[in-house]
């Protein structure tokens, strides 16, 4: 699954002179392109301070970000990334399409104006944000995305929160199956089935809220604290340890800059079998989002 030899560059060191002490693995994906298999989240980060905190996190080193027309706060990702001085082919940037913009020209003129916003010329992922169910659009919302995909203008299309009858559903009406499905994903929340069709399929499942939001006591549990010490690491550093070694893509989130340089030191350490089967032990559906089949 990761993509031999390749690694994402590292950035020089910080403004505080703190070198990033690691480079990020990359994921092969199904259309032959390939993702950091670490990224930046940018969820509720307030659009007047996005620049800011997408500018420590490139300084950090970091260098694949993930946002969505949504969070309204592309402007800010745009800016942070223009300057940064960070040539374009050594980031990866992502966005969604939001729901009500599903449907065929809806989806293309969305796309636009979402990569206006960035200021970029082109995408590295698209994703559809959520499968919308009740509105029945996603089918032919894929159907554009694909277009968009072949017009070069975004390498790569995926999608996000969907469940494994919908990823079917894709499947079985045009034979292009989403490059990534970006899910609910953390200890307490693990979603075997769609795991398992996604795997199956070649879709490389991408992990929000990795931390749980820091809705849940996680990094409390002896699961997680008794790695924590013997590898004296810390219990965020452990969840996101264990998300990579499930070979998940994970997009963790923090507006502080100490917090987004914990998250990527995660490359010189490994959990035990042991350790891993623990913390997949923690399992007991607790979905911190809302059910892909009632949003829309
Ligand atoms: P997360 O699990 O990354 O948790 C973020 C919170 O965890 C932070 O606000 C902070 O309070 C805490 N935290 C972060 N690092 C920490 C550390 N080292 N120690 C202690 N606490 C720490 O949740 P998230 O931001 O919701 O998810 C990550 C990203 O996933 C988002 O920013 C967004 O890009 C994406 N996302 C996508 C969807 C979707 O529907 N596709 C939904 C939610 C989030």
Redesign the pocket.
Known sequence: MIADGERSPCGDPGRDGMADMTSVPRIQLNDGHSIPQLG??????DPAETERVVGDALETGYRHI???RI?GNEEGVGRAIATSGIPREELFVTT?LWNDDQGTQSAADAFERSLDRLGLEYLDLY?I??PAPARDRYLETWETFIRLRESGRVRSIGV??FLAPHLERLIRETDVPPAVD???L?PYHQQPATAEYAEANEIRIEA???????KYPL?ELPEVTAPADAHDK????VVLRWHLQRGHIV??????RE?MA??LAVFDFELTDDEMAAITGLEREGRV?SHPDEFN
């Open positions: 930046f989240g940018v969820f509720q980060v993930d946002t969505a969070y969604k994703l944000h959520w996000s929160n970006q899910i609910e953390h929000w809220g990795p931390l749980g939001q820091g990094f810390t219990p965020a550093q997009i963790p989130k923090s507006n502080r917090r914990e998250n989002g």
